[in-house]
Every structure is written in structure tokens, then in C-alpha cells.
């Protein structure tokens, strides 16, 4: 039995699209996350250290070097799962048509955006009536479905 024939590629693939700008933001911005959250980790300046003495808790700054530990397994572990998934998804993504790449982007990558912006925009770009936008959308996303997981 293979289970990939019950999934539902279309939708895994729209939401393959719009998981990319996230997973993006992830792999730019991991230096900056570790660094900030070690840095919490080791920075304990004196009127904290003074407020947890006075606190009732006497592990409060256990408690709290504890919690840094997750969140920094935490934003390594979102870290991994962002490698994962750009190993997997760009090569499909590489394989599109710059014209495909670019409405997938407008359609998906952009949620301040509404459907009726990203028809306009790209009917500005490329010269295309309504219909044939949606066409092309529909005809960008099986292609990228195929790539991704296949027939």
C-alpha cells in the first residue's frame, strides 16, 4: 500500500508555499536567534539576580536558565526542520518556469496581500486576463505537486 495516493497534493502543496517565506525567515535569522537567546542565557544583570533573590521561589533562576535551554533546543530544532524542508522543496521550486515561480510567489508567499492584488499584479507583469491568471495558477501548482511528490 502506498499512502502518498490518499494525499491530497494540491493542498499539501499550497501548503508547502506558504510554509516557504517562514522557513526562509527561519534559516536567515537562526544566527541572530541563537546568539539572542545564549545571550539571555549568560547576560543576568544585577537587579534581576537581586529580584529572584528576594522572589519566593529559591529555583526561580534555575527555573529560568532551564527554560532558555528549551527555548535554544527549541530554535535549533525549528532550525533542522527549515533545512528539511528547503532540501526538499527547492529543488521542485528551482525546476518551475521563472513565470510559475513568480505567480506561486504572488499567489502564496505574501498573505498581506489579497488573491484580487496578486491577479492585478501579475496581470501587470506579464499581460494576462483574469482567467488565464487563474489558469496558469492552477497549472504552476500541479506542476510544483508533480515535482514535489510525484504522480
Known amino acids: 500500500m502506498m ?14 508555499l506558504k510554509d516557504f517565506p517562514g522557513m526562509r525567515r527561519i534559516l536567515e ?3 541572530d536567534d541563537t546568539t539572542e537567546t545564549e545571550a539571555f542565557l549568560t547576560a543576568t544583570p544585577n537587579a534581576i539576580l537581586s529580584h529572584l ?50 505567480i506561486l510567489s504572488e499567489f502564496f508567499f505574501d498573505d498581506s496581500i489579497s488573491r484580487a492584488e496578486a491577479v492585478e499584479r501579475i496581470g501587470n507583469r506579464l499581460g494576462y486576463e483574469k482567467t488565464a491568471i ?14 514535489l511528490y510525484g504522480r
Open 53 to 102: 533573590r528576594n522572589m519566593p521561589n529559591p529555583k526561580a533562576f534555575e527555573n529560568r536558565v532551564v527554560s532558555t535551554l528549551h527555548l535554544i533546543d527549541v530554535v535549533e530544532e525549528r532550525y533542522l526542520h527549515a533545512l528539511e524542508y528547503m532540501t526538499w522543496f527547492l529543488p521542485a521550486w528551482e525546476a518551475l518556469s521563472e513565470e510559475n515561480r513568480y
Open 29 to 31: 535569522n537562526h544566527f
Open 3 to 16: 499512502p502518498w495516493l490518499y494525499l491530497d497534493k494540491e493542498a499539501a502543496t499550497i501548503k508547502a
Open 134 to 147: 487563474y489558469t496558469r495558477k492552477d497549472k504552476a501548482v500541479d506542476n510544483l505537486a508533480f515535482l
